[in-house]
Protein backbone atom coordinates (compact mmCIF):
# COMPACT_ATOMS: atom_id res chain seq x y z
CA UNK A 1 0.00 0.00 0.00
CA UNK A 2 1.81 3.31 -1.09
CA UNK A 3 0.86 6.74 -0.75
CA UNK A 4 -0.29 8.83 -3.30
CA UNK A 5 1.59 11.80 -4.30
CA UNK A 6 -1.88 13.71 -4.78
CA UNK A 7 -3.66 13.03 -1.43
CA UNK A 8 -7.45 13.27 -1.47
CA UNK A 9 -7.85 11.52 1.78
CA UNK A 10 -6.27 11.62 4.87
CA UNK A 11 -6.88 8.37 7.19
CA UNK A 12 -5.89 8.58 11.05
CA UNK A 13 -7.44 6.65 14.65
CA UNK A 14 -8.11 9.51 16.43
CA UNK A 15 -9.59 10.62 20.08
CA UNK A 16 -12.75 12.97 19.75
CA UNK A 17 -13.63 15.44 22.02
CA UNK A 18 -17.61 15.57 22.67
CA UNK A 19 -18.83 19.22 22.68
CA UNK A 20 -18.53 20.45 26.08
CA UNK A 21 -14.37 19.53 25.52
CA UNK A 22 -14.50 20.95 22.31
CA UNK A 23 -15.54 24.01 23.73
CA UNK A 24 -13.23 24.55 26.41
CA UNK A 25 -10.80 23.65 23.56
CA UNK A 26 -11.67 26.39 22.01
CA UNK A 27 -12.07 29.37 24.77
CA UNK A 28 -8.15 28.32 25.60
CA UNK A 29 -7.11 28.93 21.54
CA UNK A 30 -8.70 32.03 21.84
CA UNK A 31 -7.17 32.62 25.18
CA UNK A 32 -3.77 31.75 23.31
CA UNK A 33 -3.54 33.03 20.10
CA UNK A 34 -1.88 36.59 20.16
CA UNK A 35 0.76 34.79 22.04
CA UNK A 36 0.81 31.54 20.19
CA UNK A 37 -0.15 32.32 16.69
CA UNK A 38 0.69 35.61 15.49
CA UNK A 39 0.23 35.30 11.73
CA UNK A 40 -1.32 32.41 12.04
CA UNK A 41 -4.71 31.32 11.15
CA UNK A 42 -7.02 29.01 14.00
CA UNK A 43 -8.35 25.41 13.60
CA UNK A 44 -12.24 25.07 13.03
CA UNK A 45 -13.44 23.58 16.47
CA UNK A 46 -15.13 20.61 14.61
CA UNK A 47 -11.73 19.89 13.58
CA UNK A 48 -10.46 19.44 17.13
CA UNK A 49 -8.95 15.80 17.49
CA UNK A 50 -5.97 13.81 19.24
CA UNK A 51 -4.11 11.76 16.48
CA UNK A 52 -3.93 8.09 17.84
CA UNK A 53 -2.23 6.46 14.25
CA UNK A 54 -1.80 7.88 11.18
CA UNK A 55 -2.73 5.46 8.66
CA UNK A 56 -1.87 7.10 5.73
CA UNK A 57 -2.47 9.69 2.77
CA UNK A 58 -4.02 8.45 -0.35
CA UNK A 59 -5.39 9.47 -3.85
CA UNK A 60 -8.58 7.55 -3.34
CA UNK A 61 -9.97 6.21 0.14
CA UNK A 62 -8.83 2.47 -0.49
CA UNK A 63 -11.01 -0.08 0.86
CA UNK A 64 -9.11 -2.51 1.88
CA UNK A 65 -7.28 0.02 3.95
CA UNK A 66 -10.70 1.04 5.81
CA UNK A 67 -11.36 -2.61 6.20
CA UNK A 68 -8.31 -3.85 7.72
CA UNK A 69 -8.24 -0.36 10.13
CA UNK A 70 -12.03 -1.36 11.25
CA UNK A 71 -10.47 -5.16 12.07
CA UNK A 72 -8.20 -3.87 14.13
CA UNK A 73 -10.36 -1.52 15.93
CA UNK A 74 -12.35 -4.30 16.42
CA UNK A 75 -9.28 -6.07 18.22
CA UNK A 76 -8.54 -2.81 20.69
CA UNK A 77 -9.46 -3.28 24.52
CA UNK A 78 -8.32 -0.57 26.57
CA UNK A 79 -10.05 1.05 29.39
CA UNK A 80 -11.48 4.77 29.59
CA UNK A 81 -9.56 7.36 31.12
CA UNK A 82 -8.77 11.12 31.73
CA UNK A 83 -6.19 12.92 30.00
CA UNK A 84 -5.17 16.29 31.43
CA UNK A 85 -4.67 18.75 28.33
CA UNK A 86 -1.85 20.63 30.47
CA UNK A 87 0.37 22.04 28.30
CA UNK A 88 0.68 24.29 25.04
CA UNK A 89 3.34 25.05 22.41
CA UNK A 90 4.58 24.76 18.73
CA UNK A 91 6.33 22.31 16.29
CA UNK A 92 8.55 24.29 13.79
CA UNK A 93 8.50 21.95 10.75
CA UNK A 94 4.57 22.07 10.12
CA UNK A 95 4.13 25.59 11.95
CA UNK A 96 1.29 24.46 13.84
CA UNK A 97 0.41 25.58 17.57
CA UNK A 98 -0.73 22.92 19.72
CA UNK A 99 -2.42 21.93 23.23
CA UNK A 100 -0.91 18.66 24.36
CA UNK A 101 -0.60 16.39 27.43
CA UNK A 102 1.43 13.81 28.72
CA UNK A 103 1.93 10.26 27.59
CA UNK A 104 -0.38 8.92 30.78
CA UNK A 105 -0.66 5.14 31.15
CA UNK A 106 -4.56 5.09 29.76
CA UNK A 107 -3.14 6.90 26.65
CA UNK A 108 0.24 4.69 26.00
CA UNK A 109 -1.94 1.73 26.38
CA UNK A 110 -4.16 2.53 23.66
CA UNK A 111 -2.19 3.80 21.22
CA UNK A 112 0.53 0.73 22.01
CA UNK A 113 -2.91 -1.54 21.38
CA UNK A 114 -3.72 0.16 18.38
CA UNK A 115 -0.74 -0.05 17.18
CA UNK A 116 0.11 -4.10 17.80
CA UNK A 117 -3.41 -4.11 15.92
CA UNK A 118 -2.44 -2.62 12.90
CA UNK A 119 0.19 -4.33 12.73
CA UNK A 120 -1.92 -7.34 12.84
CA UNK A 121 -3.50 -6.59 10.37
CA UNK A 122 -0.96 -5.76 7.83
CA UNK A 123 -1.55 -1.76 8.28
CA UNK A 124 1.67 0.50 8.80
CA UNK A 125 1.48 1.64 12.53
CA UNK A 126 3.07 5.38 12.19
CA UNK A 127 6.26 5.26 13.42
CA UNK A 128 6.61 8.77 14.40
CA UNK A 129 7.13 9.61 17.89
CA UNK A 130 4.06 10.33 19.52
CA UNK A 131 3.64 13.53 20.71
CA UNK A 132 -0.36 13.51 22.13
CA UNK A 133 -1.48 17.31 21.30
CA UNK A 134 -4.88 18.89 19.76
CA UNK A 135 -3.43 21.04 17.07
CA UNK A 136 -4.89 24.40 17.55
CA UNK A 137 -3.54 26.54 14.70
CA UNK A 138 -1.63 26.59 11.85
CA UNK A 139 0.98 29.55 10.00
CA UNK A 140 2.03 30.98 13.21
CA UNK A 141 5.19 33.39 12.60
CA UNK A 142 6.97 32.18 15.68
CA UNK A 143 7.46 29.04 17.79
CA UNK A 144 6.44 28.58 20.99
CA UNK A 145 8.29 26.85 23.53
CA UNK A 146 6.38 24.55 25.25
CA UNK A 147 5.09 25.61 28.55
CA UNK A 148 2.68 24.22 31.04
CA UNK A 149 -0.83 25.34 31.45
CA UNK A 150 -3.80 25.53 33.56
CA UNK A 151 -4.77 21.48 33.24
CA UNK A 152 -8.07 20.88 30.98
CA UNK A 153 -9.75 17.67 32.10
CA UNK A 154 -10.53 15.10 29.23
CA UNK A 155 -12.25 12.07 29.79
CA UNK A 156 -12.21 9.41 27.26
CA UNK A 157 -14.77 6.91 26.40
CA UNK A 158 -14.47 6.02 22.89
CA UNK A 159 -11.80 6.16 20.26
CA UNK A 160 -12.26 6.80 15.82
CA UNK A 161 -11.49 6.18 12.89
CA UNK A 162 -11.44 9.35 10.69
CA UNK A 163 -11.52 9.98 6.81
CA UNK A 164 -10.29 13.36 5.94
CA UNK A 165 -11.05 13.94 2.34
CA UNK A 166 -9.58 17.40 1.23
CA UNK A 167 -13.34 18.16 -0.84
CA UNK A 168 -14.68 18.11 2.08
CA UNK A 169 -15.64 21.19 4.55
CA UNK A 170 -15.29 18.34 7.89
CA UNK A 171 -14.00 15.16 9.02
CA UNK A 172 -16.20 12.22 8.83
CA UNK A 173 -16.36 9.39 11.26
CA UNK A 174 -15.82 6.47 9.28
CA UNK A 175 -16.49 4.27 12.83
CA UNK A 176 -16.87 4.48 16.54
CA UNK A 177 -15.19 2.20 19.23
CA UNK A 178 -16.14 2.03 23.11
CA UNK A 179 -13.33 2.19 25.50
CA UNK A 180 -14.32 -0.36 28.36
CA UNK A 181 -16.08 1.32 31.19
CA UNK A 182 -14.68 1.48 34.77
CA UNK A 183 -16.68 1.06 37.15
CA UNK A 184 -18.52 4.29 37.85
CA UNK A 185 -20.13 3.21 41.57
CA UNK A 186 -22.93 2.70 40.20
Not at 30 to 44: I, M, N, Q, W
Not at 61 to 80: D, K, M, N, S, Y
Not at 90 to 108: D, K, M, Q
Not at 145 to 170: E, G, H
Request: hydrophobic share 45%; net charge positive; proline share 8%.
Amino acid sequence: MRPSAVATHRLFFALWPGEDVRHAIAARARDFAAVCAPGGRAVAPERYHLTLQFLGSFAGLPEATVEGAIAAGEQVHAPEFTLLLDRVGSFERNRVWWLGCGLSPGLRHLHGQLGAALAAAGLPADVAPFVPHVTLGRGQKQQLRPQAVDPLAWTLRDFVLVDSAADAPAYRIVRRWPLDPVNRGS
